[in-house]
């Protein structure tokens, strides 16, 4: 008999396989996987001699009944069930059915179950938005400004909110960076949304296996009583020192498994100048030092696919100049690729990935005149943190958390051009919500926690299907100290979800 349930959703994607593995092998553990159908789900997830009981609920996020039937009873609830990009890009209005919605139901459902379950809630690095070479490293607390026309991001955004202010027991909210899987190579070839991240863009991998190893990790600690000062809160998930690299490098090392040399079968006009997200964390060092999951960084990942896929190599073997026109020059007719977007009229999206048709003109399709920050003499010490320009959150960050008070809070939503309404907060108490009013004048609760330690601020300036960041920086210097980075102080364009969606 298993001693814990442990209800997952997003088991079918490639951090659900690996947490999978991890859990399957255990008999201690009941596997309560939520699938959309359950046609063939037996050969993928087989149940295992002396391993995990496994059963499967069959629902739809979207339905509030099927999420409490997979959660009735659980010891844990792992939430990694997303839509994401591309299919996000092309389906906004199910991206913020799954990604909101989902989460809200399976939020509810744990509430209704007596509030006894350990939630844990994947988020993403998404909700940071842009990030260049001016700020490349960043932390828990940042300001979140999701990019134009991510509803990804956004409804991501909202869910990550919706948990936070839902008052659950017992709570852990992990923001994914982006993730290294087997099938990367042949997924960016779908879609044109790998044109999405600029050259520049820092970031920092990790991969499915590790951030795997983290969440068993991290439940078995919890199930055994340990760690308790671990929830209710927020952490970043990322690779560390060993994951991180430009945009330009991750292109140059993934497509170097099949023999593409990077500068020979891409343009640098081709990729946007802006608007996509990720980062270097940090934080991300926090969890590392409590669960030691780390265990490839880019090079092994790379080698390790190349050994675990010989037929890769088949294409070394193919001319540059084929492979750029057989797998490269197609999509960039694809809907969703910023080249499509440039030669359709696709002005709002040009304006918010570029800058507008000038600035997208001004690229040089020739590498020589590209400016690529890992080339330059600072790269490396930048890479080694030297320098480091971090985000003020407005307040003294270094004031240990029973230190703090009503003055860090009202502090820190001046900073957001706001106030905080309430007149008394019981020293280091970040739970107890308190009252905010933003710039705007809309009155809001929220806890000190959710906006001092999180970086949210006011949903109703955000309203869903709306992206108005360059409207309200001009307000919030929270906001504006990095949205300035890639964005002019005159550009106050706000853009809505039904312009110029992708076909």
Excluded at 91 to 99: D, G, H, R, Y
């Amino acid at each position: 008999m298993p001693d814990f349930t442990i209800a997952v959703t997003g088991i079918t994607g490639a951090m659900g396989e690996e947490v999978y593995r991890r859990f399957s092998r255990e008999s201690r553990f009941h596997l309560r996987l939520f699938v959309r159908s359950k046609k063939g789900i037996k050969k993928r997830f087989p149940v295992k001699k002396d391993g995990a009981e496994v059963s499967f609920v069959q629902g739809d996020l979207r339905n509030e009944a099927d999420c409490l039937s997979l959660v009735q009873g659980a010891d844990v609830v792992l939430h990694m069930a997303a839509l994401i990009p591309p299919m996000a890009d092309h389906n906004p209005q199910l991206a913020e059915e799954t990604n909101f919605y989902g989460t809200k139901y399976i939020t509810d459902a744990v509430l209704k179950d007596g509030n006894r379950a350990l939630f844990l809630m994947i988020s993403t690095v998404a909700l940071y938005g842009n990030r260049d070479e001016q700020h490349p490293y960043g932390r828990v607390g940042d300001p979140l400004v999701v990019s134009d026309f991510d509803s990804y991001g956004a409804s991501k955004k909202r869910a990550e909110r919706y948990v936070l202010d839902a008052a659950l027991n017992r709570f852990v909210i992990l923001r994914q960076t982006a993730v290294l899987y087997d099938g990367m190579i042949s997924n960016s070839l779908r879609d044109g949304l790998m044109f999405h991240m600029p050259l520049n863009t820092p970031v920092e991998w990790v991969t499915a296996s590790d951030s795997a190893r983290l969440l068993y990790r991290l439940i078995v600690t919890l199930l055994r009583g340990e760690g308790e000062d671990l929830l209710n809160r927020v952490y970043n998930i990322g690779g560390g020192p060993a994951c991180r690299q430009t945009g330009f490098e991750s292109y140059r090392d993934g497509f170097s498994v099949i023999g593409a040399d990077a500068k020979k079968v891409f343009r640098p006009d081709w990729f946007a100048s802006r608007n996509f997200h990720c980062m270097w964390f940090t934080d991300s060092d926090v969890l590392e030092e409590r669960f030691h999951f780390r265990r490839e960084g880019i090079t092994q990942f790379w080698e390790a696919v190349a050994k675990r896929h010989p037929h890769l190599k088949q294409a070394r073997i193919l001319p540059a100049p084929l492979l750029k026109r057989l797998l490269f020059l197609p999509l960039q007719k694809n809907k969703n690729a910023p080249s499509y977007w440039k030669g359709s009229g696709k002005r709002k999206k040009v304006k918010a990935f570029f800058g507008g048709y000038k600035a997208a003109r001004a690229q040089s399709a020739d590498w020589a005149e590209t400016t690529l920050w890992c080339d330059s003499e600072d790269y490396e010490s930048a890479k080694e943190g030297k320098h480091m320009t971090l985000l003020s959150h407005g307040y003294d960050t270094e004031k240990a958390e029973a230190e703090l008070t009503l003055e860090d809070v009202r502090e820190a939503a001046a900073f957001r051009g706001g106030s905080c309404l309430s007149c008394e907060m019981q020293q280091g108490d970040l739970y107890t919500k308190l009252s905010f009013r933003c710039h705007e004048g809309h009155v809001f609760a929220a806890s000190p926690y959710t906006v001092l330690k999180a970086g949210h601020w006011c949903e109703a300036c955000e309203p869903e299907g709306v992206w108005r960041m360059g409207v309200l920086a001009e307000h919030v210097p929270f906001y504006a100290q990095v949205w300035y980075d890639t964005h002019d102080a005159r550009e106050k364009t706000a853009y809505r979800l039904e312009e110029e969606r992708d076909e």
